[in-house]
């Protein structure tokens, strides 16, 4: 078995796999490429994955002679290993062109982001590990913009009041926005649509925001669901009344494969006070701040609204070797002992993650879409 292993380009500066990942399948009987350069910007040298027991070769070179490539983001038009294994991060509900042509190219592919959420699939999850890293890093930046201290003081030169932290979505991400803004001092609120949560907040330190009436949301596997008209009202006024009192709030709610919940509204930005942040992390799929530009900032009322939807690619030493674990764990699916390709499709991570196969599509949710746009 070989697997290759492509350099990232523009902004990422993650790698797929660190040279401390290599000897895991190098005991499997594989054979590992690295293109050149590929750990450059995640402090992983040429010379220490050949150390690590990997080979460095040029990208047409692992394109033509690997079984299974491994990249982050979704392949260009010529990192596309026809007839190959693909495994990568296609967020393949919204990236429908791609997806048809790595069926038309007879590409097997597997997407990580559609990894199924139980127990067992914890280990290949890489939606919760960079969401945790996202969750951290956006903290850091919110109190680095931020013109106040996070926490309270009290000195000679009088008192500092601590800031207020507003977090809306208590998922993985915003979980731990609220863990690292309780650290640095701040008071912190939170709101989310699952009532599931609430606990969860409390116990981390944050005051959880209730919204009555609330859509049963037990049988959507940890995920949240559309709300009524009128929920969606009630919801507006109370995160409205709690963003103009806060110093920085952060967005993370999304709902997968839709646009993320508009909860921001430009009324709200206006009644904000001045040198408030606001970091919005579902920048990617639409933001959940009116205002919000995808990977830009913007000042807008003396707001500073911050729509870096990649923080990950921010501290990609730790992020390498969250998602390098992720990406071993599934490999480790695939791979037996003696370096044989393995793929059993009746194993739910292995069925649940494959996009394309056999020059077809494999994904029911995939192919639904695709259907509906070309209807
Ligand atoms: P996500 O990124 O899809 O969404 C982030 C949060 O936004 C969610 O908590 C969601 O409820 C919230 N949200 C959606 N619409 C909203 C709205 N209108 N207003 C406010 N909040 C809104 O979620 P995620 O972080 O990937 O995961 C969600 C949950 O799934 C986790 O908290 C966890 O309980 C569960 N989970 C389970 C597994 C597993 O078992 N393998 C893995 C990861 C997550």
Redesign the pocket.
């Given at each position: 078995m070989t697997v290759g292993v492509l350099r990232e380009g523009g902004e990422e500066n993650r790698v797929a796999l660190l040279p401390e990942h290599i000897p895991f399948l190098v005991k499997k009987n594989t054979t590992v490429l690295i293109e050149s350069d590929a750990g450059a910007s995640s402090c992983a040298s040429n010379v220490e994955y050949v150390d690590a027991g990997a080979a460095i070769q040029t990208r047409d070179y692992i394109l033509k002679n690997s079984d299974i490539v491994l990249k982050i983001n979704p392949p260009e038009e010529d990192q596309i290993p026809k007839g190959k294994i693909l495994i990568s991060i296609l967020n393949p509900l919204t990236n429908t062109q791609l997806v048809k042509k790595l069926a038309s190219s007879d590409v097997t592919s597997f997407s990580l982001d559609m990894?199924p959420?139980?127990?067992r699939?914890?280990a290949v999850?890489i939606?919760?590990s960079m969401?945790t890293i996202a969750g951290y890093k956006a903290v850091l930046v919110a109190a680095s913009k931020l013109p106040n201290f996070f926490p309270m003081f009290m000195s000679a030169s009088g008192t500092i009041r601590p800031s207020k932290v507003l977090i809306?979505?208590?998922?993985?991400?915003?979980?731990q926005s609220l863990a690292t803004s309780r650290k640095l001092g701040a008071v912190v609120e939170v709101?989310?649509?699952?009532r599931?949560?609430k606990e969860e907040v409390q116990s981390l330190g944050g005051k959880f925001i209730e919204v009555e009436g609330a859509k049963d949301d037990s049988a959507a596997?940890?995920?949240?669901v559309e709300?009524t008209e009128e929920y969606q009202k009630k919801?507006a006024e109370l995160i409205h009344q709690h963003a103009i009192k806060s110093n920085v709030v952060i967005c993370?709610?999304?709902?997968?494969g839709k646009k993320a919940?508009l909860?921001i509204t430009k009324a709200t930005v206006d009644a904000m006070m001045p040198g408030s942040v606001i970091i919005d992390m579902a920048a990617g799929s639409g933001g959940n701040c009116e205002l919000t530009r995808k990977d830009e900032t913007i000042i807008y009322n003396r707001v500073r609204i911050i729509g870096n939807s990649n923080y990950p690619s921010k501290m990609p030493v730790d992020a390498s070797k969250m998602l390098g674990k992720n990406y071993l764990n599934f490999m480790d699916l695939l791979i037996d002992q003696e370096g044989n390709l393995n793929l059993d499709f009746d194993d739910e991570i292995i069925a649940g993650t494959c996009i394309t196969k056999d020059g077809e599509i494999c994904n029911e949710r995939v192919k639904e879409i695709i259907s509906f746009e070309e209807s």
């Open positions: 990894t959420r139980t127990t699939a914890q999850d939606l919760s969401a809306l979505g208590a998922g993985v991400a915003g979980l709101f989310d649509v699952r599931a949560v596997g940890g995920y949240a709300q919801q993370t709610a999304q709902i997968p919940p909860l």
